[in-house]
Every structure is written in structure tokens, then in C-alpha cells.
T-cell receptor
Framework: GEDVEQSLFLSVREGDSSVINCTYTDSSSTYLYWYKQEPGAGLQLLTYIFSNMDMKQDQRLTVLLNKKDKHLSLRIADTQTGDSAIYFCAETLSNDYKLSFGAGTTVTVRA | DTGVSQNPRHKITKRGQNVTFRCDPISEHNRLYWYRQTLGQGPEFLTYFQNEAQLEKSRLLSDRFSAERPKGSFSTLEIQRTEQGDSAMYLC???????????FGQGTRLTVV
């Protein structure tokens, strides 16, 4: 999606926290999502946040939303080797069901 | 329920040939979506069905592409006269009216040679 931008790569040491950032341009976004894609696998929804929320926490995952700056982040605590994957930020707009994806951030976890 | 199923998983075809992919959504999901993902990019929306009705088509869906969902269950995506630029992963997803989450299949990887 041309309206959703992400940094392309992130390298993190096992046990550290990972932070993946995303910016979007459409202020009418209703839901913002983080999907995970492992090699040879489909997309797996990790978490989502409604646009009127600031934060959502789910076990090792924390999503922060800054509506003013149109900035979304995903923090993964205690990153494990199994977290190595491509992470996609996505949005849906008001009265719309289709997802607009960013290009994805490739996260590599090193020992 | 085994999730969203797509067949075939891989397809290699010669330029100019027609190909057809199938998607079986999660049963009872009335919404079905097709996306295309090229290397190094995120998925791009192609088309959307609500039951058997095709409600939206992207500009990416040229005249060579056609999608159907005849009985509101499985869907097919056909590409006629394939071109090398059609090489991509074609992803299908489904959801229900009551859920935020769209569940994705593993995709069909098309290679046009």
C-alpha cells in the first residue's frame, strides 16, 4: 500500500525487545493491524487496534497508536528466534473491508 | 474447520496460457477476498465478494482477470493469456460479518515463464 509505510529491515538480539514502526496517511482509518508472515506460510493476524485507542497489550505484544502523527508501532518483548518473520502493518478505512498493507518489515533475530 | 484452503499451492505456466486458482474459505464466512503479493511487497487488494456478489474490484484486476463465487462458498480466480508480470503469490482470505479478523490461506504461487 502506497499509504502505509514501514522500515524494511530490523535485526535484534534474542531476548531484547523489537520495535517495528509504521506510518499511515489516511485519517479515516478505522482499524490498524499487525500481520506476521513466515516463509512458505500465509499471513497470520497478530493483533489489531481500533483507531480511537492509544495502546493495546497482548502478552508479549504492545501496540501503540499516535493518531496525531499517524504512527503505529509494534513492540515484541523478549524476542525469540521464532519471531523471525516479515511483519506487515495494515489498515482498513471507514465503511470498507479491504486491507491496505505496508511493504513489510523483515525481522531477523540473532543469537 | 481447516481454515482457508487454496489450490494449487504452486503453478508454473507458459506465457499466454490460462490459469485458474481455487479458494475454499472458512465455512460460514460470507466475505471472501483475493490479494496479490509480489516479492518484497505487501499484499495488494484485487477483489471482494459478499456471499456470491462481487462488490468491489481493484484497478489491478485487468480484463484478463476474472473471479467468481457462484454459490457463495468457494471462489475461483482465472487469469487469461498470462504474462510474466502476473508472476506473484495470489492470496485468498475470508471473514464473517461479526469478526474483525480476515483469515488468510497459504496462497498460490504463480510463475509465468
Amino acid at each position: 500500500g502506497e499509504d502505509v509505510e514501514q522500515s524494511l529491515f530490523l535485526s535484534v538480539r534474542e531476548g531484547d525487545s523489537s520495535v517495528i514502526n509504521c506510518t499511515y496517511t489516511d485519517s479515516s482509518s478505522t482499524y490498524l493491524y499487525w500481520y506476521k508472515q513466515e516463509p512458505g506460510a500465509g499471513l497470520q493476524l497478530l493483533t489489531y487496534i481500533f483507531s480511537n485507542m492509544d495502546m493495546k497489550q497482548d502478552q508479549r505484544l504492545t501496540v501503540l497508536l499516535n493518531k496525531k502523527d499517524k504512527h503505529l508501532s509494534l513492540r515484541i518483548a523478549d524476542t525469540q528466534t521464532g519471531d523471525s518473520a516479515i511483519y506487515f502493518c495494515a489498515e482498513t478505512l471507514s465503511n470498507d473491508y479491504k486491507l491496505s498493507f505496508g511493504a513489510g518489515t523483515t525481522v531477523t533475530v540473532r543469537a | 474447520d481447516t481454515g482457508v484452503s487454496q489450490n494449487p499451492r504452486h503453478k508454473i505456466t507458459k506465457r499466454g496460457q490460462n490459469v485458474t486458482f481455487r479458494c475454499d474459505p472458512i465455512s460460514e464466512h460470507n466475505r471472501l477476498y483475493w490479494y496479490r503479493q509480489t516479492l518484497g511487497q505487501g499484499p495488494e487488494f484485487l477483489t471482494y465478494f459478499q456471499n456470491e456478489a462481487q462488490l468491489e474490484k481493484s484497478r489491478l484486476l485487468s480484463d484478463r482477470f476474472s473471479a467468481e463465487r457462484p454459490k457463495g462458498s468457494f471462489s475461483t480466480l482465472e487469469i487469461q493469456r498470462t504474462e510474466q508480470g502476473d508472476s506473484a503469490m495470489y492470496l485468498c482470505a475470508s471473514s464473517s460479518n461479526q469478526e474483525i479478523e480476515a483469515f488468510f490461506g497459504q496462497g498460490t504461487r504463480l510463475t509465468v515463464v
